[in-house]
């Protein structure tokens, strides 16, 4: 387990860097740059919308507000005040443009942070958040809360996580798309770390959007667990170029949940058995790739462990000075507690 829970965490962080250089270009643009599939770590190209001048590995929003939202559960002993969250999130963007960071907030976070520091009650702050930002930094909650995959428990242990995933999600995205899209992520995280196989926890993914969507505002919008089902069902089979191509053009990469969560899995079925080209995959797609990179990488390296990425990997991620060992390990104390409680 303590290998599984670093591997989320690595996994999230190398998938995001990976993407880094990608992140809001075309599929044509990636595959004329690099080829169909991106060789490893590359700094951002002159004239990047977002991440121009960033040198090759480095990290983006994704990991910074996951390792934050991580050091709040422990700060917390795995609850987090909304209201902090709002406090860290501001403040976090703050610093970021202070260094000339053009990688800040999403909308739907900006939106209700704001909301909140204008009197907004927390509860209602995020009800217009669809994207995927609650998704993209929800893999400590997995980590932290224990989801049985098979047997009479897995049902309330689903639950449970949702409502942790709710609490974690809601001030800035408290619509059933965003939410169902954060508790598939986060469940899947948790089997990963039980032992789950990527597709034991693409079907508790599953199981845990359809009842996260009925916790937040309705918004239209398409089933997230339903198209997660449709998504995996669509690759199955197919070559890693065809299956890329089918998640660019029919199921999407933009930072809709719908779209970016799905990708996800359905990159986790084509490339179910290596989180190292999973994650190279899903940063060559273009679009809000590096999310959707980050996605698969927490949950594939969630269900093969830190030792699945290689080694130098690690060392450019290590060398950015996030801790993530340290906050793997107290979040995996926490979720030895919760199932001792759970008991």
């Known amino acids: 387990m303590l290998t599984r829970a670093r591997g989320a965490l690595y996994g999230l962080a190398i998938g995001d860097a990976l993407g880094m250089p990608t992140q809001m270009l075309s599929r044509a643009e990636i595959v004329r740059r690099w080829g169909p599939l991106i060789p490893g770590f590359l700094p951002a190209p002159p004239g990047h919308p977002i991440a121009d001048g960033t040198a090759a590995g480095t990290v983006t929003d994704d990991t910074e507000q996951a390792v934050l939202l991580a050091r709040l559960l422990v700060k917390g002993r795995g609850t987090i005040d909304p209201h902090e969250l709002a406090a860290a999130l501001t403040k976090w963007e703050r610093d970021m443009a202070e260094r000339g960071s053009l990688d800040l907030l999403g ?14 009650p927390p509860e209602e702050a995020g009800a217009t958040g669809t994207t995927n930002g609650a998704a993209m930094r929800i893999a400590p909650v997995g980590i932290a809360i224990p989801v049985a995959p098979h047997g009479p ?65 309705w918004v239209a919008g398409a089933d997230v667990a339903a198209r997660i089902e449709w998504a ?50 899903a940063a060559s797609l273009g679009g809000d790739c590096d999310t959707i990179a980050a996605m698969t990488g927490a949950i ?44």
């Open 107 to 120: 909308p739907s976070t900006k939106r209700a942070v704001a909301a909140i520091l204008a009197g907004v």
């Open 300 to 343: 594939a390296g969630a269900c093969h462990g830190a030792g699945s990425f290689p080694p130098e990997a690690i060392a450019v991620i290590d060398a950015q000075g996030l801790g993530l060992v340290a906050l793997a390990d107290d979040l995996l104390a926490l979720r030895d507690r919760s199932g001792n409680a759970a008991r």
């Open 153 to 217: 428990t897995t049902e309330a242990s689903l639950s449970t996580l949702v409502d942790r995933t709710v609490m974690a999600s809601s001030i800035t995205h408290n619509t059933g798309i965003a939410l169902a899209g954060a508790a598939a992520v986060a469940a899947a995280v948790s089997a990963g770390v039980s032992g789950a196989t990527v597709a034991e926890a693409t079907a508790l993914a599953v199981q845990a959007a359809r009842i996260a969507v009925g916790r937040g505002h």
């Open 232 to 281: 995996v069902g669509l690759v199955a089979g197919r070559a890693e170029a065809e299956a890329a191509g089918l998640i660019y053009t029919l199921i999407g990469t933009s930072l809709a949940t719908q779209e970016s969560v799905p990708a996800a899995f359905a990159l986790l079925a084509a490339v179910p058995a290596d989180p190292w080209r999973a994650c190279r995959l």
